[in-house]
């Protein structure tokens, strides 16, 4: 099992954050598509569309984290895993791996890993 | 026999035209996936549905990646330096060579007519001769190739 099983509770809740994620990543996509489809309607010059290029293009970091987010958020809301992970093309130890070192956002979802339990001492008998 | 890289008058215009094709198909693409964004968002909906939609968009959005560097390799046809596409597109130099389509690569420098059944509808003329430091076009139709301008062979630097 790569991520814990959550409660009906803790899905219900998580289910309600994955449909606002959603709108804000269709208000993000349509900010930085604005430009493409601009120009889609009436091209311009090919410094237009090298610019227009450029604005899709920019902060690609920013926006797999927020698909990954995504990703997390269906997790958490009771879905299977290996299907979240398949169905948006996320590694599932890239996943894993942006919830360890992904900042603020991505390492609140860090109660969905198994954490590697600390070293007992051996008692003796 | 080295091809000759200089773009020709018609891969300008076919360069103009991929770049709106390209263009249109992003603007499809764009509206897959905020449509898919849009019901993802819906709150009655339950996990799997919601996840359909999200994959969906997500695959919009790799498409639209795809296309971005089709549409660099599309100005590169019409007379971009790869180098200055890459600077203005933000697509490294590398990514941009490697991953251009090289059917529109090899396009560059050849005389084109546009053909229906041809991919992004533009074809090679295939019936172009050449000299030793000029390309000519054997097509039927008038073509700014033959005619003037500094590609012109009455003002070749040896006569």
């Known amino acids: 099992m790569a991520f814990r099983r959550v409660t009906p509770e803790a899905a219900a809740k998580e289910a309600a954050l994955a449909a606002g994620q959603a709108e804000v990543m269709a208000e993000w996509h349509a900010g930085v598509a604005s430009d493409l489809l601009k120009l889609a309607e009436a091209h311009a010059n090919a410094n237009a569309t090298l610019a227009a290029v450029a604005k899709w293009r920019a902060d690609q970091e920013k926006r797999r984290q927020r698909w990954c987010s995504a990703a997390l958020m269906l997790i958490g809301s009771g879905d299977d895993p290996d299907a979240v992970c398949a169905g948006l093309g996320l590694g599932r130890t890239a996943l894993q791996q942006a919830v360890r070192t992904g900042g603020p956002v991505l390492s609140s979802f860090a109660d969905l890993l198994y954490m590697p339990r600390p070293k007992r001492k051996k008692e003796a008998a | ?159």
Request: hydrophobic share 35%; aromatic share 4%; net charge positive.
């Open chain 2, 1 to 159: 026999m080295a091809r000759y890289r200089r773009p020709t008058p018609s891969n300008v215009t076919a360069s103009r035209e991929i770049q709106e094709q390209i263009l249109r198909r992003i603007a499809e693409l764009s509206a897959t996936a905020t449509a898919a964004l849009k019901s993802a968002a819906n709150p009655e909906i339950d996990v799997v549905t919601r996840r359909g939609h999200l994959a969906a968009a997500r695959t919009a959005e790799k498409q639209i990646d795809d296309a971005t560097i089709e549409l660099a390799a599309a100005v590169v046809l019409g007379g971009g330096r790869a180098a200055d596409v890459a600077a203005r597109s933000g697509i490294s130099t590398a990514t941009l060579t490697r991953r251009m389509p090289a059917y529109l690569r090899a396009l560059r420098g050849e005389h084109l007519v546009q053909d229906a059944d041809a991919p992004y509808g533009w074809k090679p003329a295939g019936s172009v001769s050449r000299g030793s430091d000029q390309a000519f076009c054997g097509g039927q139709g008038h073509c700014d190739l033959n005619s003037s301008g500094s590609r012109s062979a009455s003002r070749s630097p040896r006569q």
